[in-house]
């Protein structure tokens, strides 16, 4: 059992680098639903305090302003609530500034159960009851119905950029570590050409190349 549990540790503490990467970009890359909007209204909600500025004269630290909600309804008769506020020029860089345009479409697309208009709502962020949270929408498309197709292009870009710059900082690091090898294990004189031929040998192509200054 303390090999299971040791198991279980180890690669637990290597894989949570990767989880807490995967979380963060799940939450922070938009997000596509396609839904009916049955309603929206204004909520007055708590904050915390952004700046020294803000805090001055609050005696818990929290700033109280009006929140714009779109209710909606997921085609499987699911509630779903998305917030609707500015980022502005802060991180998420969505660079939002029309959130009271974005209220003003969502009014105008409420549709009813018996005559729906589905739409796509673009969006970031999780919904947790227990914590009052919400995603924030930042666009609304109208589509032609449930059954539509939204490809996200944004996350396909963004994770492939994201991969092939992994990829080049792996390969620049990996080239640097077998260049400070091949340094430290040549650098002295006394190694014949034999020996250096065969660890070029055992090192592949790459290294050959490099000894001998060919790109």
Known sequence: MSRVVWFVLRWGLKLLPLLLV?????????????????????NRMD??????????????????????FINTVRPGGHAAVYRNE?????FPWYFKFDSGNLQAEAQDLISTKETPKWVVVT????????????????????????????????????LTLLALGLFLLWRAWRRFLERLAFDERFDNASHSAGQVWRWLKANGRESKRKLLGRP
């Open 123 to 158: 969006h970031y962020g999780w919904r947790i009851e227990i914590l009052s949270m919400f995603p924030n929408a930042v666009d609304i498309d109208l589509v032609e119905g449930p059954e539509a197709t939204v490809v996200p292009w944004f996350s396909i870009i963004f």
């Open 86 to 90: 500015d980022t502005d020029w802060g």
């Open 22 to 42: 995967a979380a963060f970009l799940h939450f922070y890359l938009p997000g596509h639903d396609i839904v009916r909007i049955v309603g929206t209204e204004v």
């Open 47 to 68: 904050r915390p305090a952004r700046s020294a500025a803000e805090q001055d004269g609050l005696s818990l630290g929290t700033v109280t302003r009006d929140v714009r």
